[in-house]
T-cell receptor
């Protein structure tokens, strides 16, 4: 199975908060990432967190890291229709990334 | 952040031909990588492009099929050789601009007929 696991789909209403979850397996990962991919586009680096941190906040984005459970989450506050995309969780091992399968976020107006 | 340009952005190719994809970065970077994203899938690392030495390939990828060049710290190419329809994918260049900061280009969308 996948070393990095994500749920495939999440649907929210505009203005609500979205929480996308990810689990990983390698406790030696130094950094963990969230990327956004819109249709027909490349990957946009949204945010990343160093493995010795518990939380990182950047405007509407909050990343929580539970290293004991190897669980990473991305919270998007006040979700907008422009946030509709696929969100990839990734972990850094030996300076290269291992990705999850991606979570498709659908924002309903 | 690093600005990464990939060429071509998309191409349609015939079976048996080869295509070279270019990746240009606006600043010198130590680490450059090539990833593949098959239709509807996540990304898989093909290789690390090393400046001044041979690329380091991941399991399942070989130099004869995916030769890589890295002549300097701002440029790399990936060639997809002897293409088949199974090679239809998005190929993405990635760079580490600062420790932990990994950016991607817009990708090169390849369709093999």
């Amino acid at each position: 199975g996948e070393d990095v696991e994500q749920s495939l789909f999440l649907s929210v209403r505009e203005g609500d908060s979205s929480v996308i979850n990810c689990t990983y397996t390698d406790s030696s990962s130094t950094y963990l990432y969230w990327y956004k991919q819109e249709p027909g586009a490349g990957l946009q680096l949204l945010t990343y967190i160093f493995s010795n941190m518990d939380m990182k906040q950047d405007q509407r984005l909050t990343v929580l890291l539970n290293k004991k459970d190897k669980h990473l989450s991305l919270r998007i506050a006040d979700t907008q229709t422009g946030d509709s995309a696929i969100y990839f969780c990734a972990e850094l091992r030996w300076r290269a990334l291992t990705f999850g399968s991606g979570t498709r976020l659908q924002v309903q107006p | 952040s690093a600005v990464i340009s990939q060429k071509p952005s998309r191409d349609i190719c015939q079976r048996g031909t080869s295509l070279t994809i270019q990746c240009q970065v606006d600043s010198q970077v130590t680490m450059m990588f090539w990833y593949r994203q098959q239709p509807g899938q996540s990304l898989t690392l093909i290789a690390t492009a090393n400046q001044g030495s041979e690329a380091t390939y991941e399991s399942g990828f070989v130099i004869d099929k995916f030769p890589i060049s890295r002549p300097n710290l701002t440029f790399s190419t990936l060639t997809v050789s002897n293409m088949s329809p199974e090679d239809s994918s998005i190929y993405l260049c990635s760079v580490e601009s600062r420790p932990g900061e990994l950016f991607f280009g817009e990708g090169s969308r390849l369709t093999v007929l």
